[in-house]
């Protein structure tokens, strides 16, 4: 089980209802989380059969190379990383190495195997033992050659723990940099179009370095996080042409009223950059992709389509009301009433004859005003039942919203739950959540009411997912 305070959530004091639909919404989110496994996506994605390497019908032939390099990171690396060496290890005709950037808080979960070093680094602030990590990639690819195939294991957070500064950029400046932009409420493909132009290995900047190091064949395997599953924006892209620009990175900053409060050494690489369009990223027309082939072989999709069979077999009606979900937590968590009630006036009938369940995709923000502990489903989930204080219900509600990987913001929960039962236990005690609201202090209030939702680090990093469950009184 991925809930570590399962017990807390399913309490036997909560009244028949509220009971059943925590115990549904928590069995939804376990097989979320275990359909993006990324060893059993490596599993399913890859196989070897009679010397060839079979990726989504695409076959490799192992006896062309003389060796297989596997780098990457991301918080999905190790896992994705194991796999791949369990698969290597089948075939013995071929020499492979490897080294990833993986999360310092799976320190105790994941270590090195004999061929592939997991180097621990720091997310969501790059550090120096990430860009040590990266120099030791670099080494591999400049050692590589033609007959070499690489292999490069991304996912989410690999932004962060890839770090590669262009050299008139410090360490200091980019951890500076990333801090401002985390607390703007910038989205991350937003974020990520910053980090890919003061980066020399994000933005396709990799394959360019391994097409002018020999050309060797590369394999990019891909889980993605990102809204819309943009190939580019997945780990900021090191092997992916670039679709953004110097001008959109300056739009992002003049956005979020950045400009003058970035590092002098970022901003002047950004409007150099905006000047002069020969130092823009690698794009589409460049050739240090052509040997280059993606694959995306895990998304929040796998998590709902799982999520969907289990709940239909339940006897819950499905309805998929955004893949896309952006923007402000808060903002976002008002809207979740408004679609709630929308939904309700549609089948206010058929309501009574079945259950509905209404799920929803993608990655909101959090502009940091005050100095609390919380996360971005926290504090929507949190806007939400401030925006239904003064509500009477007709009906039953649960919401979960969480983040696959384990951990959001600066908390230690992945997100956090609402029903009846928890608002009704915060109206009985009269706590203010305004007050919780305007301190970004979401954790404590769940920590408070048992809402909140500890898994710890799960080693997959997808979208994040929402799940709304309601039934009529009986």
């Given at each position: 089980m991925?809930v570590?305070?399962?017990?807390q ?5 909560l ?17 979320a989380i275990?359909s993006v496994e ?7 994605a ?9 990726i ?5 032939n192992?006896t062309e190379f003389k060796?297989v390099?596997i780098?990457g990171?991301g ?9 791949l ?5 089948t075939?013995?005709n071929i ?12 320190a105790?979960?994941?270590?090195s195997?004999?061929k ?7 997310h969501p ?9 990266v ?7 400049e050692d ?10 991304f ?8 770090p ?6 410090n360490l200091?400046?980019?951890q ?6 985390l ?5 991350i ?6 980090r890919?132009?003061i980066s020399d ?5 990799l394959a360019?370095?391994i ?5 060797a064949t ?7 996080d ?5 190939l580019?924006?997945i ?5 992916i042409?670039?679709l953004t ?8 900053l003049?956005?979020?009223n950045?400009?003058n409060?970035i590092?002098?050494?970022v901003?002047k690489?950004?409007l150099?950059?905006?000047k002069?369009?020969?130092?823009e990223?690698p ?12 694959y ?10 799982v999520?969907?069979?289990?709940l ?10 955004s893949?896309e979900?952006?923007?402000e ?16 006036k ?8 079945s259950?509905i369940?209404?799920i929803?995709t993608?990655?909101?923000t959090v502009?940091?005003?005050g100095?609390g502990?919380?996360?971005?489903n926290q504090?929507?989930l ?6 239904i204080k003064?509500e009477?219900?007709?009906?039953n ?6 983040n696959l ?7 230690k929960?992945?997100g ?7 608002l009704?236990e915060?109206?009985k005690?009269?706590?203010n ?11 404590a209030f769940f920590n ?8 710890g680090?799960?080693?997959t990093?997808v979208?994040?997912i929402?799940l ?7």
């Amino acid at each position: 089980m991925y809930v570590q305070n399962y017990s807390q959530l399913i309490s036997e004091s909560l009244n028949k209802k509220s009971l059943e639909l925590r115990k549904i919404g928590l069995k939804s989110l376990e097989l979320a989380i275990n359909s993006v496994e990324p060893k059993n996506l490596i599993r399913n994605a890859i196989k070897i059969h009679k010397d060839c390497l079979i990726i989504e019908g695409d076959k490799y032939n192992l006896t062309e190379f003389k060796r297989v390099i596997i780098i990457g990171g991301g918080k999905a690396t190790a896992q994705m990383a194991i796999a791949l060496d369990d698969l290597l290890k089948t075939y013995s005709n071929i020499e492979y190495q490897g080294f990833v950037n993986i999360p310092e808080d799976q320190a105790l979960r994941y270590i090195s195997t004999k061929k592939i070093k997991m180097n621990l680094a720091s997310h969501p602030i790059p550090n120096e033992a990430g860009l040590n990590g990266v120099s030791k990639m670099l080494d591999l690819v400049e050692d590589s050659k033609g007959e070499d195939l690489i292999i490069c294991l991304f996912s989410g957070g690999g932004s962060a723990l890839l770090p590669l500064p262009k050299k008139t950029i410090n360490l200091i400046d980019i951890q500076e940099t990333n801090s401002l932009l985390l607390d703007s409420g910038a989205s991350i493909h937003e974020i990520n179009t910053i980090r890919k132009h003061i980066s020399d290995f994000k933005g396709g900047n990799l394959a360019k370095k391994i097409y002018e190091n020999g050309k060797a064949t590369t394999l990019t395997l891909l889980i993605s996080d990102v809204v819309g599953n943009k190939l580019d924006s997945i780990a900021s892209g090191p092997t992916i042409p670039d679709l953004t620009s110097f001008s959109d990175a300056f739009e992002v900053l003049s956005k979020y009223n950045l400009l003058n409060r970035i590092p002098l050494s970022v901003k002047k690489v950004i409007l150099e950059g905006v000047k002069n369009p020969q130092l823009e990223n690698p794009s589409k027309n460049d050739p240090f992709f052509e040997n280059v082939h993606a694959y995306l072989i895990g998304s929040v999709e796998l998590s709902v389509e799982v999520i969907s069979n289990y709940l239909r077999d339940s006897n819950y009606e499905i309805d998929y009301f955004s893949n896309e979900i952006s923007g402000e937590a808060a903002d976002f968590g008002k809207h979740l009433y408004y679609l709630i009630t929308e939904k309700l006036k549609e089948c206010p009938k058929e309501l009574n004859k079945s259950r509905i369940a209404m799920i929803g995709t993608g990655e909101l923000t959090v502009t940091i005003r005050g100095k609390g502990i919380g996360g971005r489903n926290q504090e929507m989930l949190l806007n939400f039942l401030n925006t239904i204080k003064s509500e009477k219900f007709s009906y039953n509600f649960f919401i979960l919203g969480c983040n696959l990987d384990g951990i959001e913001g600066n908390s230690k929960a992945m997100g956090a739950i609402v029903d009846n039962n928890l608002l009704a236990e915060a109206l009985k005690n009269n706590i203010n959540i305004d007050s919780y609201l305007r301190a970004n202090n979401s954790n404590a209030f769940f920590n408070l009411l048992n809402g909140e939702i500890v898994t710890g680090p799960t080693g997959t990093n997808v979208s994040d997912i929402i799940l709304i469950l309601l039934e009529i009184d009986d």
